[in-house]
């Protein structure tokens, strides 16, 4: 390519996520959510069977939100929910992975908000339609920094906690887990193919519930860390 040509009619940002201890960033490509992962959160929610195989969806890689942040109300709803998850970060592609090696494509895990617009979310359901509506929208999917397995392990117990305003509201535990990281990361493979830079969203414990302007969320996990961030006015 000649010099001073430009390759794109803009520049791309690139959308990254902090790594625990490092300077260097992970560069995410993708963001898939589980739904309907603890028995408490389905029997609250009363939707789905206890024994339904995992299903996964998508939220845009631009819908991260950092710790810290301040997330503004959105639009188009009046039940703007929280969900606090752990999250899986893919460190080596691949499809068809067998659950014995899936681990082995996991680079880290963090502390994750799934956040919802609830009532379009129902509304969508009720009507037959894609979640998208109420799960994948701006700012949807905060994301606090990632700590590498190599140094933290590979999780399958730990607290899940998440308060609004240092209220508890969501007590759980990674144990509590319908389906185990290995199985989610193996399951996933099977739709997609998976990559270095995506983020997986395991699902969340009981205890979702509604947040307006001025609530300060906090989310830990055993073993992470915290993920805090602010409601901000309502979006025009």
């Not at 979640?131 to 140094?151: H, Y």
């Not at 392990?153 to 990281?181: E, F, P, Y």
Request: proline residues 6%.
């Amino acid at each position: 390519m000649n010099a001073g040509v430009r390759k794109y009619v803009y520049e791309p940002e690139v959308t990254s996520v902090a790594i625990a201890g490092q300077s260097m960033r992970f560069p995410v490509r993708r963001i898939y959510c589980v739904g309907r992962n603890y028995v408490d959160h389905i029997r609250e929610m009363k939707e789905g069977d206890e024994r339904d195989p995992p299903f996964f969806f998508q939220k845009p890689a631009d819908a991260i939100v950092e710790h810290g942040a301040e997330v503004p109300y959105p639009p188009h709803t009046s039940d703007f929910q929280y969900e606090v998850e752990l999250v899986i970060a893919v460190g080596r592609g691949g499809r068809s992975i067998g659950i014995a090696s899936a681990l082995d494509h996991v680079f880290g895990y963090a502390v994750g908000i799934d956040l919802t617009r609830r009532d379009r979310q129902r509304d969508a359901r009720a009507a037959g339609l894609p979640w998208e509506v109420g799960k994948s929208f701006d700012a949807s999917a905060p994301c606090g920094p990632i700590c590498r397995a190599a140094d933290i392990g590979h999780l399958s117990a730990g607290k899940v906690t998440l308060s609004v305003n240092g209220d508890t509201r969501q007590t759980g535990d990674i144990a509590q887990m319908i389906w185990n990281c290995s199985e989610i990361v193996a399951n996933l493979s099977l739709q997609y193919a998976l990559a270095a830079g995506d983020l997986i969203f395991t699902g969340t414990p009981a205890g979702v519930g509604p947040v307006g302007p001025g609530d300060r969320l906090v989310a830990e996990i055993a073993s992470i860390g915290k993920l805090a961030l602010t409601i901000g006015s309502r979006e025009a």
